[in-house]
């Protein structure tokens, strides 16, 4: 029984006594899309995996796959596969038991079992570990055993909650990118769940990124990347992070200490104090503009981030190769005048910053 | 060899010494009946005794399969403990399930009950007992003594299975029920193999519990039914103890539960101190 | 203050049936074979019950109580059943804390205390009862008597002097139950992590401190635990007394589990004996909850 694979979560809450887990959510995910729930630790992400899974049920609001209202359906109706940060694999049975148990509750019969299970254990590469047990595999195996599980039924809705999570870093990179094609292989709708901005922003079609138990921005990753919602979206996305700076917007011109920053653009609204958030890759030295301090080089090879002091902050600027500067040493960096971002210094809201055109075409 | 080095040697000398010391001592009351089973009555009797003699099989031939043989009585206590013991843990590990892991109407109060029925002294049970199955006819019985001896084995083996099946962790139950097994299904396939070693433990510790038991068996038991703790007192009476015959008796008697002992040493540990680490509880 | 506000999924209710079906055969063999019973041993100390006087019967209401609180015999052996349990129970502890040290000392012999150790808890205690009796305490032929005679010239009579008739049965139970807290205190001494002792060590505290610290600190859970469980065996002993002095010499090692019994079963009066072992219940469950509050002071964790 496969669908097209669409969940809608519509106006879902979730309480634990009387703490809110998930303030109001609206989500709406497409079929086959790679959809990754991110956000840090506490942030309602995992919970709301769980509702889509079905492991607990929504205080408010309902659950729908292809319009179908499952929100008081058992796990085990939802015709979903889940992957656990734990593995959850059953040490008691082999990794081919293991794999093999989803059919068998199932009903399949068991002569069709031998070839699904090895089908699913070649995809992820450990059929030659069919007869161990899961105490004797490695991490990764152990990960890819429960990645096998979960797909052998081939599912309506495959969910991840963190699988990298306790994998070394080497390994994380490397499963990372099987996994992209792996759900290309499958085309099923997944869900992936992810404190790792990195991970999200390079796996997933689309990202709901959760602080405080709602989401605060959806979309692709190119587009979260590009126009941050809010003050926290711009401070977690992106390695390193964006620099956030206390400025001043008045009018056309936007003020850091006593320097006029460019920036090809008119700010609405009356002159106030603003944050102004700059990736470290729009930073450059240059003759003038911003005075600032080095404070430290950081190198990693093809780059250098090059931690600066402005004024009382800490800013990061990027450079390709190493470092050309000292320790201590006093310089001038610029910003990007087009690739600038302000937002409320309270709420964190973007302000929308109209460009002047002609000023565009001009960046240099 | 360095001062602090010779020092912390002689530490360990002496400690080892003393624990050794203390561990022989200790034991000595066990070898000594063992001696003691080896003598004949008369040997038994002489002044001063002595650790040299002739030592004889007689009397734990005698007691085995002779005129003493306390091997009648040695069935009756397996009989009684086994299906005991298998009553009990069909009964019990399902209980537990629900209470370690479901949603259980009125659950904290049921826990309570059964830790207060932990509690109780045999004496109270073993007053009303008496009456009870004296009116009913099965005093001095199989089916008496067996649900008698469910009174204290339940509440006990309920108690330590909650304790692991506690220790199951809950994702397994969760990928079980995403996987599509029914409650039924997760518990037979998924729960009771990982908590083997604890239905081992509790097995042991039922087993034990029942075959060393005294009270209920010697008020309860009569001519038919008689387990083997209550054997014992075939050789003591008034006029005389035939301390050589009882040694070996006792011994013998004592023999599958010393071999239990060995054979299940860490799951016993392991009960033990899953009972240190979670309250309240018998033995 | 906003809770889960919607009706019980179906699935849900669904597991809620099978947890009761679950459990019920188990709380209905608990209900039959422990409440009812207990139902009717109350029953039976409002009545008059005694088989050697069959014709006296009727309700009686409490008289059986009131004439247990005037009742000397009673008090005594309550006044024994308070030495015997606080007695062993201390002892216990302090020993088999004393041997757990000690042994923690010597990891690669450990195996081998432990398997000892198992050795006095495996036995039955009437057995415990009549090897003590017999091979260790008995006049004349007995270890003791024969170390007593030879070492310090007299004779001491273990069971047959009151005095010395209680501390033989308080050394039995010790001897035997000693095990038990030595194997759940070693295992706790060795949870705890060696880290702390290093650190300690390096902020140089003497052996004396990091026990005092450290050690009591991280043991006091499983020896409130030990104290507990023993506490009510020793409520409730019963085979290794009966066996070894049965009571006497005349009531002199009574405790009220005995009296029970002895009015039950000797004296045949049911009605009295009754009320003496409702008097131990209420005694082990207020002296349980008593223990278990000075474990968790702050209630049920």
């Known amino acids: 029984m496969k669908g097209l694979g669409r969940v809608r979560l519509d106006r879902v809450e979730k309480y634990y006594g009387g703490v809110s887990a998930l303030k109001t959510v609206d989500l709406e995910i497409r079929p086959n899309e790679f959809f990754a729930l991110l956000g840090p630790s506490g942030s309602g992400k995992t919970t709301t995996l769980r509702l889509i899974a079905g492991l607990e049920t929504p205080s408010a609001g309902r659950i729908l796959f292809d319009n179908l209202d499952v929100t008081d359906s058992g796990p085990g109706e939802r015709d979903i596969a889940m992957v656990f940060q734990s593995y959850a694999l059953y040490p008691h049975m082999t990794v081919a038991e293991n794999i093999a148990f989803p059919l068998r509750m199932s009903g399949v019969p068991r002569r069709e079992l031998a070839s699904l299970v090895r089908g699913a254990a070649a995809r992820v590469r450990i059929d030659h570990l069919l007869d161990r047990r899961p105490s004797q595999l490695s991490g990764g195996q152990q990960q890819r055993c429960a990645l096998a599980r979960a797909i052998v039924r081939k599912p309506r809705l495959f969910l991840l909650d963190e699988p990298l999570s306790n994998l070394d870093a080497k390994l994380r990179v490397e499963t990372r990118v099987e996994l992209k094609s792996l759900q290309h292989q499958l085309d099923v709708t997944t869900i992936y769940v992810t404190h790792d901005q990195e991970e999200a922003m390079t796996l997933a079609d689309r990202i709901a990124i959760f602080m405080d138990g709602e989401i605060v921005q959806v979309g692709a990753p190119a587009a979260i990347f590009e126009r941050p919602a809010t003050l926290a979206v711009a401070g977690f996305i992106g390695s390193p992070a964006m620099n956030l700076v206390r400025a001043h917007a008045d009018g056309g011109a936007v003020r850091v200490g006593d320097t006029i920053i460019p920036c090809h653009a008119r700010i609405p609204g009356p002159p106030r104090d603003v944050m102004l958030a700059v990736r470290p890759g729009d930073i450059a030295a240059d003759k003038q503009g911003l005075p600032a301090q080095v404070y430290v080089s950081e190198l990693l090879g093809e780059t250098s981030i090059i931690n600066l002091k402005i004024g009382a902050e800490l800013v990061k600027m990027r450079v390709s190769g190493g470092s050309p500067f000292r320790d201590g040493e006093q310089i001038h960096v610029r910003f990007d005048p087009d690739r600038l971002h302000l937002f409320e210094p309270e709420s964190g809201k973007r302000i929308e910053i109209e460009a002047e055109p002609k000023m565009r075409r001009s960046a240099p | 060899m360095t001062g602090r080095g010779l020092r912390r040697r002689l530490a360990k000398a002496l400690i080892t010494a003393c624990a050794t010391a203390i561990l022989a001592v200790w034991a000595f009351p066990i070898f000594w009946a063992f001696v003691v089973a080896l003598k004949s009555e008369s040997e038994v009797l002489a002044f001063p005794p002595s650790l040299v003699f002739t030592p004889t099989l007689r009397n734990f031939i005698d007691t085995l399969v002779g005129r003493f043989s306390i091997l009648p009585e040695m069935g009756t206590s397996l009989v009684i403990s086994l299906v005991a013991t298998l009553l009990t843990i069909t009964i019990a590990v399902p209980a537990s399930y629900a209470f370690a892991r479901l949603r259980l109407p009125a659950g904290k109060l049921l826990g309570f009950y059964v830790l207060a029925t932990q509690m109780l002294p045999p004496v109270g049970l073993v007053i009303p007992y008496f009456l009870i199955l004296n009116s009913v006819g099965l005093l001095d019985t199989y089916q008496g003594m067996i649900v008698v001896y469910l009174t204290f084995s339940l509440p006990f083996a309920i108690w330590l299975m909650v304790s692991f099946m506690e220790d199951v962790p809950r994702e397994m139950e969760e990928a079980a029920a995403i996987d599509r097994a029914s409650r039924l299904k997760t518990l037979w396939y998924v729960i009771l193999p990982q908590v083997r070693g604890g239905i081992a433990v509790t097995v042991v510790f039922v087993f034990l519990n029942c075959w060393d038991e005294f009270l209920f068996a010697v008020q309860l038991s009569g001519n038919r039914v008689r387990p083997v703790t209550v054997a014992m007192y075939n050789f003591v009476s008034v006029e005389q103890t035939l301390w050589a015959k009882l040694s070996a008796a006792a011994l013998i008697a004592m023999v599958p539960m010393m071999a239990i002992g060995f054979a299940a040493q860490r799951h016993i540990v392991k009960g033990l101190t899953v009972g240190a680490v979670k309250g309240g509880g018998r033995r | ?301």
């Open chain 3, 1 to 301: 203050m906003k809770g889960v506000n919607r009706a019980q999924a179906s699935w849900m209710k669904g597991e809620r049936l099978f947890a009761t079906a679950l459990v019920a055969p188990g709380v209905i063999a608990l209900l039959v074979t422990t409440t009812a019973p207990l139902v009717y041993l109350l029953w039976t100390s409002l009545h008059a019950a005694n088989l050697s006087m069959p014709w006296v019967k009727g309700f009686v209401g409490l008289d059986h109580y009131v004439h247990m609180l005037g009742d000397g015999r009673f008090w005594d052996s309550l006044r024994l059943t308070a030495i015997y349990t606080v007695t062993t129970v201390v002892l216990q502890v302090l020993i088999g804390l004393g041997l757990a040290l000690l042994v923690l000392q010597i990891p690669h012999g450990q195996w081998l205390f432990r398997l000892v150790a198992i050795l006095p808890i495996v036995l039955a205690p009437v057995v415990v009862g009549l090897f003590w009796r017999t091979l260790m305490l008995s006049p004349s032929f007995g270890l003791f008597d024969i170390f007593t005679t030879q070492v310090f010239g007299r004779s001491y009579n273990w069971l047959g002097d009151p005095t010395l008739a209680l501390i033989s049965v308080i050394l039995i139970h010790t001897w035997q139950w000693t095990a038990f807290a030595f194997l759940v205190l070693l295992a706790g001494l060795a949870s705890i992590a060696p880290d702390l002792y290093e650190a300690a060590r390096i902020d140089r505290a003497g052996a004396f401190a990091r026990f005092r610290y450290i050690t009591l600190p991280l043991i006091r859970p499983a020896i409130m635990i030990v104290i507990i469980m023993r506490a009510v065996v020793a409520l409730s002993a019963f085979a290794a007394i009966y066996a070894a002095t049965g009571g006497g010499p005349g009531t002199a090692t009574q405790i009220l589990n005995l009296y029970a019994y002895q009015t039950s079963f000797v004296a045949l009066d049911f009605g009295y004996g009754s009320a003496q072992a409702v008097a131990l219940l209420i005694l082990t469950l207020a002296v349980s909850a008593a223990l278990f509050r000075l474990r968790r002071p702050k209630g049920w964790a």
